[in-house]
């Protein structure tokens, strides 16, 4: 069975300083026959994570994400590396518990969805908050599920 992986497109409102940096974002997923689910983390977009399966529209030649039909209660947290910092270990223990995650072409920024499980949730925010104190990130939970 070939599985048919597509690009959903996010809309994106840059605030006054700009953030984010663009107006839009693709996210790749899979289509089901109950709408798409998503298989990318998203480096901006708040709206969906990986594993939720989404409605899309046709517009032009791009899906464009309307709604999350199904959340698959995926926290969603980006992490900015700080300049000299090694992203390697930073990366290695967040899927040690469990994240999903993915890094911008400069690897900077790290795009991570940290399951629905009890206390991961909870052991992430306590890790970055440590790396968070000591200058190596910073990072923001646009999206979060607490179990």
Same mark, same amino acid.
């Given at each position: 069975?070939v ?11 840059p605030?006054e300083?700009?953030y ?11 289509? *089901? ?10 480096f901006?977009a ?26 698959a209660?995926? *926290?969603?947290?980006r992490?900015?590396? *700080?300049?000299?910092?090694q ?7 967040l ?5 999903v ?5 400069? %690897?900077?920024?790290l ?11 909870r ?5 970055? %908050?440590?790396?968070q ?10 999206m979060?599920?607490?179990?």
């Amino acid at each position: 069975m070939v599985v048919a992986h597509v690009q959903i497109w996010f809309h994106l409102n840059p605030d006054e300083d700009g953030y984010p940096p663009q107006t839009e974002e693709p996210v790749w997923a899979e289509a *089901s026959s109950a709408g798409y689910i998503l298989h990318g983390v998203p480096f901006y977009a708040r709206e969906a994570n990986v594993g939720d399966l989404v409605e899309a529209v046709e517009r032009g030649e791009r899906l464009w994400y309307v709604r999350t039909r199904h959340s698959a209660h995926n *926290s969603l947290i980006r992490v900015l590396l *700080s300049p000299g910092t090694q992203a390697e270990p930073v990366v290695d223990r967040l899927r040690a518990l469990g994240c999903v995650l993915q890094r911008s072409g400069k %690897g900077a920024l790290l795009a991570v969805a940290v399951p629905p499980r009890k206390n991961v949730l909870r052991t992430v925010q306590t890790y970055l %908050g440590e790396l968070q104190r000591e200058g190596f990130v910073g990072y923001e939970e646009p999206m979060l599920w607490d179990w």
